[in-house]
């Protein structure tokens, strides 16, 4: 039977005997730690097969959902055209002087970046809370400014806007002193450009972003199903995407065990861990009616230019 984060962290709490409130927190790290370990392990895939975005002729970046992982397939549904995949180094190096040009989309580039958009000229940035509860949590804001590397501390006042003393041409970094109760909104060029909007419980900004080329001339459909990323487990009564509970709780536990410089004890749930693991993971690809299969492509030669 799956079980909540709450009864997870707990009862790893009470095999190590320390069941207090602030060795929770630490085991509430090594639980989040084990829980990606193991779907990594199992290749846990859930796709979402449906998701289309349109684009605006001249704009060529575009913000992808929070639980986008990877994607499978790219395709210009109004045209009929599959686009590549690329990387900046190549783009680059292959068209060094057509970057930002227009034409028909042919190829895309999936990149992180800390915000959602950069501001479009030097500007001050204006952060504000959608709670008036927000007084004495921080943004660390790092950026360019005048050309220079800086950082500072701008403290939130509520539903009231906090202005950064400095103009950034660049922002590199945003994050949150401590979660919040309300949304927490940063807006460059006077509020025309969104850099990021951080939920209360996610305290840095960071975002999974498509660069098209060429740069879409008119507004097409793009269709982009991808792999759903699962997302960290933060409430008490958070639950496993899959009934892995009893095998996260072994993993914590020899992290919680090595924490407390017992290293015997770490060692042998480490052991039953990885034996545990193993044991899921034949389960789960043990299936008898399943037959794998090689699917060769053939290399599109209309997107080679």
């Not at 309300?182 to 025309?192: D, F, H, I, M, Q």
């Amino acid at each position: 039977m799956n079980k909540d984060f709450l009864t997870i962290t707990t009862n790893v709490g009470n095999r190590v005997q320390d069941p207090s409130s602030t060795f929770a927190t630490v085991i509430k790290t090594f639980v989040n730690k084990r829980y990606f370990q193991i779907l990594r392990a199992i290749n846990w895939q859930n796709i979402n097969y449906d998701y289309t975005f349109d684009t605006v002729g001249g704009t060529q970046n575009y913000v992808l959902p929070d639980e986008f992982g990877k994607e499978i397939s790219a395709r210009d549904t109004s045209n009929g055209l599959e686009l590549s995949a690329y990387d900046y180094q190549n783009l680059a190096t292959d068209y060094p002087d057509g970057v930002s040009d227009e034409g028909s989309v042919a190829r895309y580039i999936i990149y992180e970046d800390t915000v959602k958009a950069q501001p479009t000229a030097s500007s001050a940035l204006a952060i504000v809370s959608s709670s008036t509860a927000d007084t004495t949590q921080s943004i660390l804001v790092r950026g360019i400014s005048g050309g220079v590397e800086l950082t500072e501390t701008v403290t939130l006042n509520g539903t009231t806007p906090a202005n950064t003393a400095n103009s950034y041409t660049r922002v590199k970094g945003i994050s949150k002193s401590a979660v919040t109760a309300g949304k927490v909104t940063v807006t460059s060029n006077t509020g025309a450009v969104t850099l990021t909007v951080l939920p209360p419980k996610v305290t840095e900004s960071r975002y999974k972003l498509i660069k098209l080329h060429y740069v879409p001339i008119t507004a097409i459909t793009i269709s982009l199903p991808y792999i759903i990323k699962p997302l960290p487990m933060t409430e008490n009564n958070d639950y496993p995407i899959i009934d892995i509970a009893d095998l996260i709780e072994i993993g914590a536990e020899a992290d919680a065990w090595f924490y407390k410089r017992q290293g015997n004890k770490a060692s042998a749930r480490e052991t039953m861990f990885g034996v545990e693991l193993q044991q899921y993971i034949y389960d789960k690809e043990n299936q008898p009616n399943v037959v794998t299969q090689f699917r060769p492509t053939t290399y599109n030669k209309d997107n080679l230019y």
